[in-house]
């Protein structure tokens, strides 16, 4: 019987860390460009600048050859004067699915995705604690029971955007002339629609069920920020 050893299995992209921040991302992808393609067909490279992603990089081959040659030969070679760090990345890219997979086993993919990224991003929101305030003398000589402390939303209450995918989606800031039917008309479309729910007396909200979640992720994803009328409408996730 094989032994899972936590690594994850060869796959044709290849995990970059330890890449130097200086560079701008262009100029990194570039430089990324110019180094592996010597190991075979790159088809795509992705690259961002955002604080977690920083210091990364996937290299998408068209085959799984490609990238195990790459990492054998690259391993801790220098780039931008830091060694890079390089593995099997533990899922597949979009580049590899779209080319490897039907179009609908690629919607899937990308669904799944994004319902993981914001499971991720949920359970971070919901870990960070509020930053204790330094005391001042003045504070620090009142007796323990006087030093009560407000509520914080920090304090593990998720904030509705990073809130983790589910059936049903929360629609806030609606026209307050739209209707049930108004609304069923735009979320009816996407395929998994169950029902439109309103709340009696609270008006710019409205609730809409699907079949399952990846049905409510398709949706959240089409319509977040879309414009109805003069207002702007936040699609979230109920919360649980």
Not at 94 to 104: F, G, I, L, N, S
Not at 167 to 179: G, H, M, R, S
Request: proline letters at 7%.
């Amino acid at each position: 019987m094989a032994v899972d050893n936590g690594e994850p299995p060869p796959s044709a992209t290849v995990y970059v860390k330890n890449l130097s921040e200086k560079p701008k991302i262009p100029a990194l992808i570039e430089a990324l460009r110019e180094v592996f393609e010597e190991f075979g067909t790159i088809v795509d490279i992705v690259a961002k600048k955002n604080l977690k992603a920083k210091g990364q990089a996937f290299v998408v081959y068209d085959s799984v050859e490609s990238a195990g040659d790459a990492i054998e030969e690259l391993q801790d070679f220098d780039l931008f004067e830091k060694p890079m760090s390089l593995a099997y990345a533990r899922t597949r890219s979009d580049a590899t699915v779209k080319r490897e997979d039907d179009k609908e086993k690629f919607e899937q993919h990308k669904k799944h995705r994004l319902a993981e990224k914001e499971r991720k991003q949920a359970l971070e929101a919901a870990n960070q604690k509020p930053a204790k305030r330094p005391a001042t003398d003045g504070l620090a000589e009142r007796p323990a029971k006087s030093a009560k402390a407000a509520p914080s939303a920090a304090g593990g209450l998720v904030p509705d955007e990073y809130l983790p995918p589910n059936k049903t989606i929360v629609l806030q800031n609606l026209p307050e002339d739209y209707t049930k039917d108004n609304i069923a008309i735009i979320f009816s479309r996407f395929p998994g629609y169950k029902e439109v729910r309103t709340v009696p007396g609270r008006k710019g909200l409205a609730f809409v069920e699907y079949e399952d979640e990846n049905a409510s992720i398709t949706a959240k994803e089409e319509t977040s920020g879309m414009t109805l009328g003069e207002n702007v409408v936040k699609v979230t996730y109920q919360r649980q």
